[in-house]
């Protein structure tokens, strides 16, 4: 079992940055594939992030590939996203989800755990 509390999101003005952090429960974080994805009001929920087990190896979204870094501190069970020169188009409820995959992936289908949500809102 993986409980995952994120934080870190707030109001921002376009152009800004942000850093998510998303602080996870169990002895077995290091095993999980970590994920970030974003709902925004009325749209259906978008992956955005994803990082490997050992943290070699990850994958964007294109809406954010060059913006976005994710990263993870398997000594603190902790997994980031450092968001820069963020847009309008950003403001979402973003989720943390750990997988049992060792490999990261952009499926929502194959995460199993998340967390509640931060709300990040970027004003113009």
């Known amino acids: 079992q993986v409980q995952l509390v994120e934080s870190g999101g707030g109001l921002v003005q376009s152009g800004g940055s942000l850093r998510l952090s998303c602080a996870a429960s169990?002895?077995?974080?290091?095993?999980?594939?970590m994920g970030w994805f974003r709902q925004a009001p009325g749209k259906e929920r978008e992956f955005v992030a994803t990082?490997?087990?050992?943290?070699?190896?990850?994958s964007y979204a294109d809406s954010v590939k060059g913006r976005f870094t994710i990263s993870r501190d398997n000594a603190k069970n902790t997994v980031y996203l450092q968001m820069n020169s963020l847009n309008l188009e950003d403001t979402a409820v973003y989720y943390c989800?750990?997988?049992?995959?060792?490999?990261?992936?952009?499926?929502?289908?194959?995460?199993?755990?998340w967390g509640q949500g931060t709300q990040v809102t970027v004003s113009s």
């Open positions: 990082i490997g087990w050992s943290g070699g190896s990850t």
């Open positions: 989800a750990a997988s049992i995959l060792y490999t990261g992936t952009r499926y929502s289908a194959e995460y199993d755990y």
């Open positions: 169990g002895r077995t974080f290091s095993s999980h594939a």
